[in-house]
């Protein structure tokens, strides 16, 4: 229902763009003045435009819903509407219906607005997703084009006569080409578009015989024939936007025209009751108009005869200058009989307003009215169709992507790299690693997977997510910016999320001495970027450990303090949960390594501090209740001593379990060893990343 009328080039459904505003010319169509309608009377609010020059109303009067009759879109405030279009006389119908019965369900409203519809026709699936949309006030629906097969000069044709909306098409007549000569539609020979201003007609030419479902269910798939339209009825109310359902919107139009009655009929009344008043004046002075003549001939001035006449006729200052401002010819018997019509007519005015205004059907009826008579002068027949059923059949093309296998690593400064395996025997597997470590840059955790799997990746920050591996070959992302967290996010375990499920809990631990246990199944389905834990201000997570079985956690904290806990000790939270305290730590005090390790296979742990090399049995570390304060003899180096360099790149834990594979960095090698070190003396830092699957 188009509000404006234009004159000059508009563009084309086929996506020709616009003269420049210079070269057209428009007008309101007659619809359109019913956005404007009554705004004379005061009936919407104003406010100073832009630069003050002038005012502008708050919102339209709008004797129409055109918010859903012409539907709308936009983008505003991180927020988006998009509202179809409705076909008028169901809208009028609705409203009726809401006038007549203020407590009208949705059900009832759906019976009569049976969905979209759009000026270019076509047909919407289903009537089932309309009834959840316009109760929600979002959702998705489905637009396909109609067609019909036709016989032209002793030729079959396929022949597209309805469009879905918003489709450009010469865009969907180049979709088709495009397939017809990539045999994709073999049924086809060619396409050719007869459409013009008044009408759709793009001709498909048939070969003999043809498949026409099979034609029909490829352009549904793979061609502009059919498309989503995603609906958000989001409307402002008050500066504030809001999700509607289709009644709602409804209810609030009605609220709006019942307002602008109300004000129109206030500022008819108040015009009204001051002509009244002035007549009734007159007519008074008519009655003794010998006694106002003398009083106006005798008095010295203009000020003189307004009080003379107020006294004269018991009358205020306004309807005696009304009659001081009087002309002669308006005292002739004609004239005096008019002004007792007019005064009689005034009345009746007067006492019809005051009926709108204090009798709540009469304003009902008034607002039917006006809806009948917009409805009767403007309706037109439903353009969509409103399908019960969807046939529709999606067809995949599978493509074959190469499999690539990769080596992906995260380390320490928060970037993510990811490399091709080397295939060859002779080839170092870990020489484009080396370059980015240093005593101060370390590996955090790595993994080997191919490039067709996912892979789920924890983040210190207390998020995880899945990340594709098909779009990280040879390349690298920086965490913080990937995920727009906190410049020292890194990630700590990359993991299968198949793998996920083989285990019976993660074991989560923070900086700040606080643990807990996870179920993996409440892991395991990950749709997009969540969190796996709460954390406190200057928090982060340093360790997430799959297990499935109770061992023991060993810890160490930077200060050189080293205890043991039972995993059995800790309690298992949900993944929005913060936790317990693993142990009470000294004040400044960070936890910086832990690890879960088995006594039975006499694990050792190797600190490269300033002053020496330690090698401390694991067995032989005091193993405390979880959440116990720290003592000296927690201790396993002095004070004056420190780490030579990071503790992360001078501390590491080796075990001789069966089938655990031990990753070290030490002197720019990367090492992979399932026993003893050899040449311990010649380490010049160590970077731990316990079972590595390489």
């Known amino acids: 229902y188009p509000l404006i009328w234009g004159q000059g080039n508009f563009g084309s459904i086929d996506g020709d763009p616009p003269a420049a505003y210079r070269y057209t010319e428009a007008k309101l169509t007659e619809i359109g003045t019913l956005m404007l309608k009554d705004i004379e009377y005061d009936t919407v609010d104003f406010r100073p435009n832009f630069d003050e020059s002038t005012t502008e109303p708050l919102v339209l009067p709008s004797a129409f819903p055109n918010l859903l009759v012409n539907g709308s879109s936009g983008i505003a405030v991180g927020m988006v509407t998009n509202i179809p279009p409705h076909n008028l006389q169901e809208i009028c119908d609705a409203c009726i219906k809401i006038i007549d019965n203020d407590k009208t369900t949705l059900k009832e ?17 289903t009537a089932k997703l309309i009834k959840s949309i316009y109760s929600t006030g979002k959702g998705i629906l489905k637009i396909e084009g109609k067609y019909k097969i036709e016989k032209i000069q002793k030729k079959d044709y396929l022949v597209i006569y309805e469009i879905p909306y918003q489709v450009n098409k010469s865009k969907l007549v180049k979709e088709i080409a495009e397939s017809i000569k990539d045999k994709k539609l073999p049924d086809i020979i060619d396409v050719v578009d007869q459409s013009n201003k008044d009408e759709i007609k793009i001709l498909l030419e048939l070969k003999n015989p043809y498949n026409e479902k099979q034609i029909i269910n490829y352009l549904k798939n793979f061609t502009s024939f059919r498309t989503s339209f995603y609906c958000a009825f989001i409307a402002v109310d008050g500066h504030i936007p809001k999700q509607y359902s289709i009644l709602e919107l409804l209810q609030k139009f009605i609220e709006h025209r019942k307002e602008v009655i109300i004000r129109k009929a206030k500022k008819i009344l108040e015009k009204t009751s001051e002509k009244a008043s002035l007549l009734a004046a007159l007519i008074k002075a008519t009655q003794k108009i010998e006694d106002v003549i003398n009083i106006i001939r005798n008095s010295k001035d203009y000020k003189t005869a307004v009080f003379n006449l107020i006294t004269l006729l018991q009358i205020n200052y306004q309807q005696a200058q009304y009659i001081l401002n009087l002309q002669l010819h308006r005292l002739t018997k004609l004239e005096i009989d008019k002004l007792t019509q007019d005064y009689k007519e005034s009345l009746e005015k007067i006492q019809n307003l005051s009926q709108i205004l204090d009798n709540p059907l009469k304003l009902n009826q008034i607002l039917k009215e006006e809806i009948l008579e917009i409805k009767n002068k403007f309706s037109k027949p439903r353009k969509t169709e409103i399908s019960t059923s969807d046939e529709f059949k999606q067809i995949k093309i599978k493509t074959e992507e190469p499999q690539t296998e990769l080596i992906i690593y995260a380390l320490s400064n928060g970037y993510l790299y990811s490399y091709k395996y080397p295939n060859k025997p002779s080839s170092n597997k870990f020489e484009k690693i080396l370059p980015s470590l ?66 019976q809990y993660l074991l989560v631990i923070t900086k700040k001495g606080m643990v807990k246990k996870i179920e993996s199944k409440e892991l395991s389905e990950i749709n997009r970027i969540s969190s796996y834990i709460k954390l406190d201000p200057e928090d982060e997570v340093i360790k997430v450990i799959p297990f499935s079985i109770e061992e023991r956690l060993l810890a160490v904290t930077e200060k050189g303090y080293c205890f043991k806990v039972k995993t059995e000790d800790i309690p298992v939270y949900s993944k929005i949960a913060k936790g317990v ?36 049995n694991a067995n032989e570390i005091e193993l405390i209740p979880r959440g116990k304060n720290l003592t000296e003899k927690n201790r396993i180096f002095s004070k004056n001593d420190k780490f030579k360099y990071t503790p992360q790149t001078s501390l590491t834990l080796i075990t001789k379990e069966k089938n655990r594979n031990t990753l070290i960095v030490s002197d720019n090698q990367v090492l992979i060893i399932n026993s003893e070190i050899e040449n311990i003396e010649s380490i010049s830092f160590l970077n731990y990343l316990g079972n590595v699957e390489i």
Request: charged content about 20%; overall charge positive.
């Open 581 to 616: 305290k693993l142990a009470s730590l000294k004040e400044d005090d960070n936890i910086i390594f832990t690890e879960i390790i088995n006594e039975l296979y006499n694990p050792s742990l190797l600190i490269l501090t300033q002053n020496k090399l330690l090698n401390i």
């Open 109 to 125: 409203i759906l019976e009569i607005i049976k969905g979209p519809d759009f000026p270019t026709g076509g047909i919407v699936y």
């Open 438 to 503: 240093s005593n101060y840059n370390y590996i955090t955790s790595i993994h080997k997977s191919t490039s067709q799997n996912k892979l789920v990746i924890f983040l210190s920050n207390g998020k995880y997510s899945l990340l594709n591996l098909s779009k990280l070959i040879d390349t690298s992302i920086f965490l913080p910016k990937y995920y727009k967290s906190e410049d020292n996010t890194k990630a700590i375990l990359l993991i299968n999320p198949r793998k996920i499920n083989k285990y």
